[in-house]
């Protein structure tokens, strides 16, 4: 998944983006192979949300070219578990928070519309019907 990720540009990818049906994710929020963190979550889950919120612009690699204001909290409490099973807790503050809470909603079946306000959607219409 790290090779489909980096070989389109991504900082975050989860299984089902790629027709994998399993509780998935792999980011780096650096988005380039051997530099940053490469981090793999099994079956996550998220123990708390910070109450600050903060608008940042995303794009999806389910939707390239797509770039729109997203609301999402600033920090994340995160319980799960790596590749050979092991269970773990950590927290995460901005960039790598919002790329977690991006790829556990594809996870849920929710993209990144599903967050925007109404107002953002219509101001990307035009571009989501040529697409």
Do not use: W
């Not at 989860?14 to 998935?24: D, K, R």
């Not at 650096?30 to 708390?48: C, H, K, M, S, T």
């Not at 909603?105 to 306000?117: N, S």
């Amino acid at each position: 998944m790290f090779d489909v990720m980096y070989k389109t540009d991504g900082i975050g990818l989860s299984a089902p983006q790629v027709g994998i049906n399993v509780q998935l994710m792999v980011f780096n929020p650096v988005g380039e192979r051997g530099e940053g963190e490469e981090i793999v979550l099994v079956n996550p889950r998220v123990g708390r949300y910070s109450k600050k919120t903060v608008l940042f612009n995303e794009g999806c690699l389910s939707f390239p070219g797509i770039y729109a204001d997203v609301q999402r909290p600033e920090s994340v409490k995160i319980d799960a578990h790596d590749i050979s099973g092991a269970r773990f807790t950590f927290d995460l503050s901005g960039l790598p928070a919002r790329v977690f809470q991006h790829e556990f909603d594809h996870l849920k079946g929710i993209v990144f519309f599903d967050r925007m306000t109404e107002e953002v959607v219509e101001s990307i219409r035009a571009d989501l019907q040529v697409r």
